[in-house]
């Protein structure tokens, strides 16, 4: 029937696969393979598969159980964001974040990764579902967590991504390892701006870690001492979702890996995989629904306010951290510059005093000269990184002032007159006393 209810099933997991340094890289993805082609998720959204190679092996493997698939690439390495459904792909978009990390951060290897959301678009019976997959840039150290401007950018875009995407989607979901915990100023951006819920709070049942954390202590892959001060563990991979005027939605039964897989010597990665059954409806045209009203109460119009007054501030303090980064950079290259010109001179000494000797040894000079030139490529790449930055949370901050400006407007219930200006006639100035029509 038309009206029938449609059953989904979602399965979501960082999988941790970099090649030639995660453990047990092989084997894993052999035990991916195995727990997906048994066919009971209609979904599949994963994450960190870097190698397109694995990808390609996991699609020969799930050729039956799931016959339609996509690999999302960006960046140096890939986004290692991979798509499989049992229902046909219709379409797909990448956008890539527009800031992630700093290439001289090489051990953490963000920067290379060309983090990014991936969106596919599939027919579920009568429904269209705009599905989203995505992976945020990683947390190293809270309490002095440089790369939070960046995150909090990332967490805006992704927000923006949905929002103009998936207006005419009946339903909207999103997976993915977004590195932020529940209350964090991102996931609480992300989910107050879009109206998305998440199916570890709406679901009627749940079975798996305690509080779903899905970074556990206990996992074999992970270092605790990461982990403080969270003892247990912390809840950083999610699956969010929300119906539409179409199509509301629902969260029956929601589950997770407890670490250890059983007859298996590890866990399938250092994050737990996530299953959600979700419940799709559609709705009679006389019916509504509150999941897409996220902006229109008065309370939630002023939650979003101080959200995002709060997300600006973060964004400032980026903003003073890379101008100050350029800074030290310009002046480190003028140094380079100025000791480059100072060999030059002493160099041309020779010929000018007519066949004086070298005053230093050939291989000094070049040496020195090696040194100079490093510095100042060194130091221009990085002028030209840290302006990039800027230019990218300047921008953010200035859609957010935007958007801070227009919520007010709606809360004080202020209607503002776009008319443009009479323009005087021609060759008359305009009058101080001239009014708006």
Known sequence: MANSAVSIRVFSLNCWGIRYLSKECAQRYAMIGDLLSNGEHDIVLLQEVWSEKDFIGLKKKLVF????SHYFKSGVIGSGLAIFSKHRIHDTFLYRYSLNGYPYMAHHGDWF???AVGMAIIQVGNLTANVYVTHLHAEYCREKDSYLPHRVVQAWELQQFIRHTSRGADAVILGGDLNMHPQDLGTRLLRSYTGLRDAYLETSQFDGCEDGITLIADNPFINKKELVPFEKG??????LFKGSLKAEIRCDFMSTTKGSVPDKPFPYSDHEALTADLRLKPLISQETTHDNDSTHDSSKVAELVDIL?????EVKVGLHCAERMRYTATRTGIMGLALLILELAI???PWL??????????????????LCCTILITTFLLYLFYTMELKSLQGAEDQMRLAVGGLQERLRG???DHTP????PEGEEPSDFDTEE
């Open 309 to 313: 007054t709060e997300a600006r501030t």
């Open 421 to 424: 200006l009479r323009k005087p």
């Open 113 to 115: 990764g060309g983090k």
């Open 234 to 239: 912390i809840r950083i991979d999610y699956i």
């Open 65 to 68: 159980s799931h016959p339609h």
């Open 414 to 416: 202020v209607s503002v």
């Open 347 to 349: 160099a041309a000494v």
């Open 353 to 370: 005093a007519l066949g004086a000797e070298q005053p230093f040894p050939r291989t000094s000079f070049y040496l020195l000269a090696a």
